[in-house]
């Protein structure tokens, strides 16, 4: 059977993204930061079995993940099967700030 399910990398930077959202989120409240992360399982979930969102920029493709204010900004491998999460990133920051390729 043919499989359209694709397979998540995460760049090291957007592991760093992700735990200082969580470490932030768990100071403002307890439990919110495992919240954020359950988020993020959810997010990836979806993106494996359809990554076909908007190019938003570059070859940069963006997931927003409701209900917290991030983008998951990422690279489709289409041959590989391979996303390339480059970064989760807060709504309010400009990407071409970190984005260096």
């Not at 959810?42 to 917290?68: A, E, G, W």
């Not at 289409?78 to 990133?89: A, D, P, Q, R, S």
């Amino acid at each position: 059977m043919y499989s359209l399910i694709y397979q998540i990398k995460l760049e090291p930077e957007a592991k760093l993204d992700i735990q200082n959202a969580i470490d932030y989120y768990n100071e403002k409240e307890s439990g919110l930061g495992n919240r954020f992360y359950q988020t993020i399982l959810y997010s990836f979930d979806v993106l494996i079995n359809n990554p076909f969102y908007q190019i938003r920029y570059k070859n940069v493709r963006c997931f927003y993940m409701k209900p917290f204010p991030f983008l998951i900004h990422f690279v489709l491998e289409e041959n590989t099967k391979i996303i390339h999460v480059l970064g989760v990133i807060h709504t309010s920051l400009n990407p071409s700030k970190w984005y260096k390729k």
